[in-house]
């Protein structure tokens, strides 16, 4: 065990698996950086620089380098999944699903559905999400919900580097396609990482602290962001029981309606889009499965719905902060 | 070809008797294109096909009454009636599957000749798309990857005169040669109504590739007989246009009688041929009418492998 950054834990995931199985390969734009020119090979290892190396160790047949041609190369990426290779594809930003998504929806999603159960599609395709970079409107979103909204997706987004590791070796050894979400903000956040290879099952839900008072649902960046809140809470005597989901699909819903349960009290944060969105979706579980157990109404601490502003100043107010989520907090246990 | 055919003209008369739920796209007048290449490929080569994708499935070694059980939305079925006449597969066979979306297939084939490239391995892949297709960003970007990764791939443009009710004169800009040669494609024109050029070329073609000689791009001629879909009285074709060539184009016709000039076959052996084609359809047509309908709890198998 050792302190690692959230960079670092991917990285040692993709190398384990790829030394472990022969089947497993990196395509994507720039994974290498540098690919046919005349200057430094390996240049980037990714825009955010965490496939740096794997090109030294595995070579350029199994650390593809591609034109920017998102579709070809998600969509080649699905086809050799389909025809028995592991691969691993690296979309730079969630935001250039939109660019693919035919290959993402109508393609990779469905295949085993439509080809009556003859297919496995074990297909990872890593990418970044989140705000705080002030990056704009087609480089910020966080698109969980709309992936989680396609059946035959996976998806999945680690809140710490323990969990990427943990996570993502699930995710490629996982038969079904999974789309990985990295917060870009947390690529330097540092923590506990083992340095042996260890797995952290997809649908099952860490319980990130236990109170009493409240339950706080979150997932990647989010679940720091709220842990930071019920700190503060804490010293006015406020327990918060934070649940940190690990993946949307499979959702464990088990983890969330045993605590509303017990606490009788809801706040779902997400940095997604609020309209038929995940919170909504955590929110609507709530009311079906644990509405008697509830005893306020159930708060969602989400971005307006809006597109995300380039300017500072606006992207703060729409990020969901520690300050709102205690007024959050605050407001379901005045009710 | 004649099962082709034959399976086409079955389900054009029991579509229209409304016993073939779901949209059906026919690719009778085409059948020369996908024998002549997929008689060039083994099970382990892959092929992705197209909404017309009944030919390059059958061509391809799909079981004829699977595939008739699937139309008829059979738990028996090739896909067991989840996928239907755009999603026929069998991937024992190495066909991918026909595909829904125009272009769609295209980018799966090139990750089916990727993993050829990645494992050093001879075996190559086969995308059939239509003229249509080749309008497409999926189909473009995919050509341009297969050259940039010196993928074993083949781009089998079937050309059959239309997308959907627009002549393709019209609707693609330019040649698509040129188009293919701009992405350094290696391309060839061929003649899809006659088999002995489809066979002879396409063969040449596939060996330079299975020799690594790099992606290559056929532009096919052909022509479909029925509509886009069935029901589609296909008023944008000129009038006597489809009589023209069947009478003059005719893939099976030319067949017979070059064959048959060539001595290769006798107009008998021919005929016990056109014989035995109808007793399979037949039979696959009397068996897709009785085979089990999916159960309830199918709806929701075949989601995720694990979940």
Redesign the interface.
Known sequence: MSEKSFRQAINEALREEMRRDPTV?L?GEDIAGGTGGEGEEDAWGGVMGVTKGLLGEFGA??V?D??I?E???????????????R?VAELMFCDFAGVCF??IM??TAK??????????VPLVIRMQCGGGFNAAAQHSQTLHGLFTHI??L?VVMPSNPYEAKGLLIESIR???PVMFMEHKFMYDDKGEVPDESYTIPL?EAHYSRDGEDITICALGRMVNLCNEAADDLAQEGIGCTVIDLRSTS?LDEESICESVEETGRLVVVDEGYPRCGFAADIAALAAVRAQPALRAPVKLVTPPHTTIPFAPTLEELYIPSVDRIKQGIREVLAA | MRTIREFEDRIHINSAKGEVPGFIHLSAGQEASAVGICMHLTDED?I?STHRGHGHSLAKGCDVTAMMDEIYAKRT???????GSM?M????KGM??A???VG?G???????A??S??QGTDRV?VAFFGDGALNE??TL??M??AK??NLPMIFAMEDNGYGEATPSSWAIGGQPLARAEGFGLLARALDGHDFFEMYEEAGKVIRDVRAGAGPAFLHISAYRYYGHFEGDAATYRPEGEVERVQKEKDCLKIFRTRALAAGMVTGKELDDIEQQVIGVLDDAVEHARQAPLPNAADLV???????
């Open positions: 390969f395509i047949s199994r593809i591609t034109p041609s579709t070809a190369y998600i969509g080649a990426a699905a086809g050799a999944a389909v025809t028995g290779m691969p035919d290959q109508n393609q295949l085993r559905y439509m080809l009556g159960g003859q297919a496995k059946p035959g996976k996982d038969d079904d649908g499979p | 892959h992705a079925g090739l896909c067991a009636g989840k996928g999603h597969a069998d991937l024992s991918i599957g595909n829904g979306i769609g295209v980018p799966l084939t090139a990750g089916a990727l993993k490239r990645i892949a960003g999926a970007e995919t341009n990857l940039v990764l198998t075949d989601v995720y492998v694990s979940y």
